[in-house]
């Protein structure tokens, strides 16, 4: 029995951010004025920040996605909004792509809640809902948008994990295909991948059930159309992916990933490696697994002429190989979805530094 | 720009009707304590009443289906709550097929807002949001537990007319595909084309766009796989056929119908045929619209070896002709969305009679 929580109202097509500052005034009634706005630090400077609403009670901070989320990372920003807000935030919108999201979904949650990001990476930990939260994705692919999950690394426990709950889940999301028409190519690509590479992992897995798989399934269908066509960034496209991205994020949200996901994870801790890229770095090297996929994949790589960096684990210490095992088979819940409780049997030491090693 | 309103949250799998007291506890927070049951009346004494978790404070209203639901019915069933209830409700809860679901929505808006049920016909008229509001699909197809309308007739008008609100949407959702496996097979392939029939309308509609396609291609696509299928009632197939139903619904939320429903209404107004049988009838006449998708329909009509009423226009009054063109060309948005403002020329009297005879 799966109880699935969903995105409470969305807002799709182009041009649809211009009607942000009516969707905020829902959240305004309940008297807090003041709006903090998560944008990706690639817009700061972009003419984009003048298409959003920014009054006098708001703030707006850059968010570096340099690397990945992290919890201390998180923590330090919920601490500036409280200095700089004083209580005052009616609302959190996430401007971005995968990290800023997570980011916005995790700083909103703990406004409301005492303690620390670490507190609640796992799941269903959160004890009260956070601040109304808003997403505006920029970026198509990691399905962060629909999503009850807000991944961060947690450098202490050398552990990529996610805040899961019905909490981390956007009040509203601003689905505007304008806003990835300038996404560099290789990035568009990369992102987009995360969807089709989460939904093939479902898709594969022990624990898939009709409903995820019918998400699953249809986002494939526009990924297909999308990655195998000759222009993946047309609007057409571009309105595809970003419908692909929320359809993958609610299947995913609904199921597990499978062994893509962990391997990313790993090169993720170790190199610091994006996540959409690494598990892009990682799907070349799955043909053990997903050979069909694999094969497809490639073709929409080849089709779209994107390069993929190569040799990522060359010349590593013993300690950096060993670091890239613990942090991959550290995920039990996808690793036990696609190979069974059994999973590390199969994923020996060897065969993990040997699939590395190909990548 | 389309604001979409969903479920906010949903339960899917066999046996998740046990989960529904669980689901109760949350609005029963508010101070009020009963629950008002609409069940289809098919249920009376049925062993399905003793699934649902009925205390001294709620109330169970039995839905004459016979006809579909009108707009008088809902307020005296209104009145009835008020009645026996007297403001205590907490919840209102439907579980039965399409026009049992659509009954619970409209009653639980009735409850919140002044007027009559004939007042809200039409689109986002309704100022007060309803009681918390609980939908149990017992048949799939007709997509009223993912959709913003309350369908009734209205005698007085001649009009069949829905209650376009985002506060008609459901709060909750049980999916339990364990409540389709008694439906006799006629009704389940009726119903279930319901979804097929809107769906295909939706994709060649001119109000088209991209997210009521995704939704659309993926209930076809289950569609194709329940129908075309040895068994189309088997577990699998059943719960393919929910979520169908459930993207359907959100599809059709999000766009309009075509030419199929607008006959169907006419039907329902003149000979009370009930919605779903009314379509497949309209269907099985529509050549000239979607030729295509007729053929499909009457390959899945022979591979499920389901009838269909025959000669149902035989012998009528010019009156009643005049009244079947009245009540089918009354629905002007999705007529428009088919075939353009002008539509009127290519439905003239003579056209719509003539297509009426072929049924």
């Not at 041009?15 to 008297?31: F, H, S």
């Not at 700089?84 to 916005?104: E, I, P, R, W």
Request: glycine share 10%; with cysteine.
């Amino acid at each position: 029995m799966r109880i699935t929580k969903t995105v409470g109202q969305y807002m799709f097509g182009a041009g649809t951010i211009g009607a942000l500052g009516d969707v905020l005034q829902e959240p305004k009634k309940n008297g807090a004025t003041g709006v903090v706005y998560f944008v990706d630090h690639f817009f700061n400077g972009s003419d984009l920040l003048d298409r959003l609403p920014v009054g006098a009670d708001d703030h707006v901070i850059f968010v570096d996605t340099t690397d990945e989320p992290t919890t201390d990372g998180v923590d330090a920003y919920v601490d500036q909004v409280k200095q700089q807000m004083d209580g005052n935030v009616a609302a959190v919108v996430g401007v971005g792509g995968g990290a800023t999201l997570d980011t916005s979904k995790a700083v909103s949650n703990l406004l409301n809640n005492p303690g620390k990001a670490a507190d609640y990476q796992g799941w269903d930990l959160l004890p009260n809902p956070g601040v109304f939260k808003v997403g505006i994705p920029t970026l198509s692919g990691t399905g962060a948008e629909g999503s009850r999950t807000s991944v961060m690394m947690n450098q202490e426990k050398n552990l990529k994990l996610g805040m899961n709950s019905d909490y981390t889940v956007f009040d509203r999301l601003v689905l505007d295909p304008d806003l990835t028409a300038s996404v560099p190519r290789d990035q568009y690509f990369y992102t987009g991948m995360d969807t089709y590479i989460h939904c093939i992992e479902s898709l594969a897995g022990s624990y898939k059930h009709a409903m995820a798989d019918a998400y699953s399934h249809q986002a494939l269908s526009l990924c297909r159309d999308v990655f195998l066509s000759d222009d993946m960034q047309s609007q057409e496209n571009r309105e595809k992916l970003m419908i692909a991205s929320y359809m993958g994020g609610s299947a995913i949200g609904n199921s597990f990933v499978g062994v893509v996901h962990p391997f990313s994870a790993g090169l993720s801790m170790v190199f610091h490696t994006h996540h959409c890229v690494g598990n892009c770095i990682v799907m070349n090297a799955m043909d053990d697994f997903y050979a069909t996929e694999v094969k497809e994949f490639r073709q929409m790589m080849e089709r779209q002429d994107i390069p993929l960096p190569e040799n990522v684990c060359g010349n590593l210490t013993n300690a950096q190989w060993q670091d890239l095992y613990d942090s991959t088979v550290v995920h039990e819940k996808p690793l036990i979805n696609a190979l069974g409780d059994d999973f590390k049997s199969i994923l020996t030491p060897d065969r993990v530094r040997e699939i590395f090693a190909r990548m």
